[in-house]
């Protein structure tokens, strides 16, 4: 799999409209940046990719304590709902 497939592979992360924009413009951007030869984005690109994509189809939070407080609601949803599956099995 080459390194374009995999950079459009990341993008899927943008909404659809935003990559039509924009998709070949990143793309070409992280193309130019990548050394020759390598044939997958490090793991911190893709991150950034993904995060970026999540945060464009979400919006930017006002402040940093509206992720912290997701996150750990959605801590404790999972942890409710997991004691609630092992009570019904």
Do not use: K, N
Not at 9 to 16: I, Q
């Amino acid at each position: 799999m080459s390194l374009t497939r995999h950079y459009r592979r990341l993008l899927l992360a943008y909404p659809r409209a935003y990559r039509r924009e924009r998709g070949e413009e990143i793309l070409g951007l992280l193309l130019d940046g990548a050394p020759a030869g390598r044939t997958r984005p490090t793991r911190r690109e893709a991150v950034d990719l993904v995060r970026g994509g999540l945060r464009c189809r979400l919006g930017r939070p006002a402040s940093r304590t509206v992720g912290v407080w997701a996150v750990l609601t959605a801590l404790v949803c999972g942890l409710f709902t997991a004691a609630l599956a092992s009570r019904v099995a």
